[in-house]
């Protein structure tokens, strides 16, 4: 397997992650001059993992970023400045609360042929957009996309590198879906697969585990968060845990596919904390990750001391 240092060497750069970088550091900049500013990269959505150069087929996953987007939310809400690392087209802090496939249901045309929200929209809306609106003046939310493995990999190291001038007020909430296999780029295709070459085998390669780099020569101060997927509960608490001794960071978020919403489990190498959701907090709407960054808040505090 490829080690993390060799991955970047033999991975091409994404397109404008230059550009990116600096959006990155003017953004950490302003949050040095900002006293007591706290800033949390927030990961979020799927990896794709292109199958040819010129691609046509890639592989993906199911995640479509709630999480991360309803974390940032939160994160905001804490007066935090929130970096969001995000899959294009996925969830967003804010414009996820409207209806993606409906969005022309929520207008209608008013007689004096003005473009108005419906009457059922309108209270909705306007809390979301007031938040949005004011976390935009503040300057608090910063966006970076990505669609591949690489891309992602890529903006994660240099958005992780440039965090280290914050020091401890630094926070890493990496709840992205990352795929753990894919296709070296000099091991890939360049023109599309052809069909009539018959059936199609595909050898993916492991994908160096990045977060021993990441907690080590990255960001070494931060406060690392890092979310560990089963289907099975079963292996969820030890495969945490060998995240958490391995890699040596704050925190492994264990959840599984099926009862991601509803509960989940913080692990630290001191203790082991399930954080649930009530059936009556279900029914009011509450979302598991207003808990979950409550609880990293008090953690973090303690953290900073
Ligand atoms: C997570 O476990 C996230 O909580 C979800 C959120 C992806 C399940 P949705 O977007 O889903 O709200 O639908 N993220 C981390 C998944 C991951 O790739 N973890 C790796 C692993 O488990 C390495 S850190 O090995």
């Not at 230059?18 to 990269?41: G, H, P, Q, W, Y």
């Not at 292109?50 to 970023?65: A, H, K, Q, Y």
């Not at 995000?86 to 022309?104: D, E, N």
């Not at 059922?120 to 503040?138: A, S």
Request: hydrophobic share 40%; glycine share 4%; net charge neutral.
């Amino acid at each position: 397997m490829a080690d993390a240092a060799d991955f970047f060497y033999n991975t091409p750069e994404p397109a404008g992650l230059k550009a990116n970088e600096e959006r990155i550091k003017l953004f950490c900049d302003t949050a040095v001059k900002r006293s007591n500013a706290r800033v949390v990269l927030v990961t979020s959505g799927g990896t794709t993992v292109p199958l040819e150069g010129n691609t046509v087929r890639f592989i993906d996953n199911f995640s479509i970023g709630t999480r991360g987007s309803a974390s940032a939310e939160y994160f905001l809400k804490h007066g935090y400045l929130v970096i969001f690392l995000h899959r294009a087209r996925s969830l967003q802090p804010y414009t996820r609360h409207l209806p993606h496939t409906k969005l022309l249901d929520v207008l209608e045309i008013g007689n004096d042929g003005k473009l108005n929200v419906k009457e059922e929209h309108t209270e909705k809306l306007r809390t979301v957009l007031k938040k949005y609106k004011q976390v935009q003046e503040e300057g608090r939310l910063l966006m970076v996309e990505f669609t591949t493995l690489a891309d992602y990999l890529h903006l994660l190291k240099a958005a992780s590198c440039i965090m280290k001038s914050l020091g401890n007020r630094a926070m890493l909430y990496l709840a992205a879906a990352v795929s753990d296999f894919y296709i070296p780029a000099d091991k890939m295709p360049l023109h599309k697969i052809q069909s009539s070459d018959g059936p199609l085998k595909l050898s993916l390669e492991l994908v160096p585990k990045m977060l021993e780099a990441l907690v080590m020569n990255w960001v070494p101060e931060a406060f690392v968060v890092s979310f560990k997927l089963e289907t099975d509960a079963d292996l969820l608490k030890d495969k945490a845990c060998q995240a958490l001794k391995k890699y040596k960071h704050e925190l492994v978020i264990g959840n599984v596919l099926m009862t991601r919403k509803n509960e989940v489990v913080m692990v630290t190498l001191k203790d082991t904390e399930w954080i649930r959701l009530e059936t009556s907090e279900v029914e009011s709407g509450m979302e598991i990750e207003e808990k979950i960054v409550d609880n990293l808040v008090n953690r973090y505090a303690q953290f900073c001391i």
